[in-house]
């Protein structure tokens, strides 16, 4: 069918209509008109992928990767990144307008920095495919269901992103082609695969591993079992990785932990939350899903106290950890599960004038029963899903007198329609 792109949904694909019903068209940009075939039916809308672009856009771009059209990893390519960033950012105030029922007082400049070589945590699908005789390692094709055959992926860090069509032939060559679900990708001053198997190594794998490890001067770590049965080819437990978070800290932390994608934005996303949450010597800080302590260390050289609570007891553990190596003894840490009520814990009656908040994707609504309390001054919320970012701002300027002052996008996947965001409340 030929159809008008009308906007673009918030997976980046093109939204078109087709009598009563909206479309969906993967490849497609506003403004275009395109010939798209349609891939599944539903009810009210239909899924579709542009076969041909009749009349392009003038934002559309070559993409860079020669997979761009199969992969997932990847699904506005054919954008320019300044043009991404417009989008991202509609997105996250059409869902503060729509959900939240609010507009915040003023936009922050989107936060963008590299946007190749950016990715220093992934998570790679491998499957031996028996008809073509090999084994595929990269991201899911973009209809979810095989292995996309990648050669190359250029938003990987690049110690490990020209290795993938290598990765294939390594497995393909295993005793264990079959028995290989994923590698892990964690790159910080040593780029680490971590390659999870179901079956017990043979000899010859062990050393096929080895080979290729000092080939490309990569670290190869084993995972047996779940996330604490790493070790490394010797059978001993991996060693510490380490990043920066500014010139005078750093964070160590394992290669399955947690940490943000984009070491870049995440520098610059750091400066941005310390700046908006103005925290004096005389603040006490409540510091919310707060990992290895990303946000924790750098507000506790600014405040007279820090708290910082996490689910994970793996994560509470290193942040401790890190901050007795960083120096740092105004920081306190507990293990809880944030999606429960905690109301009665000692560190959720304490007299907070800050507060950060870190949410996973289903954001932060189970906290809000009980804080902020009103001590709160200013809030920081760094949010990876919009929709649930707007949700939570509805509670929080509705329910706890705060008003909406700034909110801006973090450019942390580039060429995804991932959006990534931060926003600053301030009490009534």
């Not at 579709?48 to 856009?57: F, G, P, R």
């Not at 699908?125 to 991201?139: C, D, I, P, T, Y």
């Not at 290193?318 to 009520?341: E, M, Q, T």
């Not at 954001?363 to 200013?378: H, I, K, Q, T």
Request: proline share 5%.
């Amino acid at each position: 069918m030929e159809l008008l792109i009308q906007d673009l949904a918030h997976d980046g694909r093109g939204i078109a209509r087709a009598g009563q019903k909206a479309v969906f068209v993967s490849g497609a940009l506003p403004g275009e008109r395109v010939l798209a075939h349609v891939v599944k039916r539903h009810r009210q809308y239909d899924d579709a992928v542009a076969d041909e672009i009749l009349e392009a856009s003038p934002d559309r771009i070559q993409p860079h990767c020669a997979h761009a059209q199969i992969c997932s990893g990847c699904s506005l390519q054919h954008l320019s990144p300044q043009q991404q960033i417009e989008f991202k950012q509609k997105h996250l105030i059409d869902n503060l307008e729509r959900i939240g029922k609010v507009s915040p007082q003023r936009l922050l400049p989107p936060l963008q920095r590299d946007i190749w070589g950016y990715r220093r945590k992934a998570r790679l699908s491998v499957r031996h495919v028996e008809k073509k005789g090999k084994a595929l390692v990269g991201f899911r094709e973009a209809n979810g269901r095989y292995v996309a055959e990648l050669q190359h992926c250029p938003v990987l860090d690049e110690r490990v992103g020209p290795l993938l069509g290598a990765l294939s032939a390594l497995v393909t060559n295993m005793d264990a082609r079959a028995s290989i679900p994923q590698i892990e990708v964690a790159a910080a001053e040593r780029a680490v695969l971590v390659f999870r198997h179901l079956h017990p190594l043979s000899a010859g794998d062990r050393a096929r591993l080895r080979q290729f490890g000092l080939d490309h001067g990569l670290d190869i770590v084993l995972q047996p079992a779940g996330n604490d049965s790493l070790v490394d080819l010797d059978g001993a437990a991996p060693a510490a990785l380490s990043y920066a978070i500014d010139d005078t800290l750093s964070l160590q932390y394992l290669p399955l932990d947690f940490v943000q994608v984009n070491d870049s934005i995440n520098r610059a996303m750091i400066v941005q939350a310390l700046e908006l949450l103005a925290v004096g010597p005389a603040d006490r800080v409540l510091d919310l899903y707060c990992g290895l302590g990303n946000f924790t260390l750098p507000l506790a050289r600014q405040a007279a106290s820090v708290f910082g609570v996490e689910g994970d007891a793996g994560l509470i553990e290193r942040a401790r950890a890190n901050a007795s190596r960083c120096g740092i003894a105004n920081i306190d840490y507990a293990v809880a599960d944030l999606s429960l009520d905690h109301s009665g814990a000692a560190w959720a009656q304490g007299d907070y004038s800050r507060m950060l908040l870190d949410p996973p994707r289903a954001g932060a609504e189970a906290v809000f029963d009980y804080l902020p309390g009103s001590a709160v001054e200013r809030l920081v919320y760094v949010s990876c899903h919009p929709g649930t970012l707007a949700r939570d701002t509805a509670m929080l300027v509705q329910r706890k007198g705060f008003d909406l002052i700034a909110a801006g996008v973090m450019d942390m996947f580039p060429h995804t329609a991932h959006v990534e965001s931060m926003a600053l409340f301030v009490r009534r």
